[in-house]
């Protein structure tokens, strides 16, 4: 039987990884060949060296070769550890301590289960606490199939099996005996898009970022440089997840508070510690006059709802009703702010 040749599988696994970072060790190979024979049979391509020139030159083929060499296993509340933490501390934190939407990303998200597990908790949590906090869900994945598979929301029991009864019949309805789909309004609420993490990036930063168990395909140098872009990518306060087998060095990330809790794989990112903020008042009706003029005066500045979001070392313009929450959100975070009480206009 015809067989691939070593060269060829070199250059195909060497495709994988400059195109899309999947980095498949030499003891892989066996692996690689296999998914690339199943491949090359569904695809109705017999001649394999053909398969190989195509591969380096279709860029289609290549985006449905990396969908056939990459795992997708996932399913409802996988690792529930970490989503205990979520629900007993992190989601409450977030929606007392902030303004606004409340933004999540799902890296590596596969058919959406787990983006859909984080929905549930959340619109939970927020009916819970009785805030009017909104949502913003992005879940990204490579491949189109999965990302097709998860707006359709149809799940077997295999995947449901951490669902409990009461959640199922909360946001699913029952196809047959074998099957759930996600209820349309809660589909709706996730914004499933292809994103490949060496090429594109989201322009937000985000209160939470899940990347569980999509670096482990990754060479250790890619994953410390994703990393750094996912800490940068997180509002000072936020929260990054990694799968409950992975970790970060917590020496090379200074900007990491904590690990959340002793090996969770849940990372806190610090506060910054606002030096130079000083904190204008202006009623609702002078806001845009006095955001004019704060750039006239070349000040950087924020609104009360951003400043907990940046980098603090700016002035903030308030309505003086509002200062008495943010200073207790200041104090709970154990943020000192140099407090300059102003009037702007
Ligand atoms: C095992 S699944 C993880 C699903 C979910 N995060 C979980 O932990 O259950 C890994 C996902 O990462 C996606 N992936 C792999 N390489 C990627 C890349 N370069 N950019 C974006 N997604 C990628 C795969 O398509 C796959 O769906």
């Known amino acids: 039987m015809y067989d691939f040749t070593p060269a060829e599988l070199e250059l195909i696994v060497n495709t994988m990884l400059k195109d899309y970072g999947l980095f498949f060790q030499p003891e892989k190979y066996s692996f690689v060949r296999q998914r690339l024979h199943s491949f090359a049979l569904d695809a109705g391509i017999s001649d394999y060296s053909n398969l190989v020139l195509r591969v380096s ?171 750094e872009r996912f800490l940068k990518a997180l509002k000072p306060g936020g929260y990054f997840f990694l799968g409950a087998n992975e970790s970060l060095d917590l020496n090379l990330y200074p900007s990491i508070d904590r690990a959340f809790e002793n090996k969770s794989s849940v990372y806190k990112k610090s506060h910054m510690v606002p030096q130079k903020a000083e904190i204008f008042f202006a009623t609702a009706g002078d806001m845009i006059k006095a955001m004019n003029l704060m750039e006239k005066n070349n000040l950087k500045f924020d609104f009360g709802e951003n400043i907990l979001d940046q980098d603090c070392t700016r002035s903030m313009i308030l309505q003086e009703k509002h200062l008495e929450r943010v200073l207790s959100i200041f104090q709970k975070r154990s943020i000192k702010i140099k407090e300059v009480k102003r009037h702007l206009l």
């Open 57 to 227: 030159k279709d860029a289609e083929l290549r985006r449905r070769l990396v969908e056939a060499l990459v795992t997708n296993e996932t399913w409802f509340f996988r690792h529930p550890k970490q989503f205990e933490i979520l629900k007993r501390e992190i989601l409450p934190e977030l929606i007392s301590e902030g303004y606004g939407k409340i933004r999540i990303w799902s890296a590596g998200c596969s058919n959406g289960a787990e983006a859909y597990s984080v929905l549930f908790l959340l619109l939970e949590a927020i009916k819970a606490s009785s805030s009017e906090r909104t949502i913003d869900i992005l879940a990204t994945d490579i491949s189109r199939r999965v990302l097709e598979s998860a707006r359709r929301g149809r799940y077997n029991l295999a995947e449901l099996k951490e669902v409990d009864a009461c959640r199922l019949s909360e946001y699913f309805e029952r196809i047959d005996s074998e099957s759930y789909v996600v209820k349309s309004q809660y589909r709706e609420m996730v914004n499933f898009e292809k994103m490949n993490l060496f090429q594109d990036w989201p322009k937000q930063q985000f209160d939470i970022i899940l990347c569980r168990n999509t670096m482990i395909y990754f060479k250790r140098e890619d994953k410390k440089e994703l990393s």
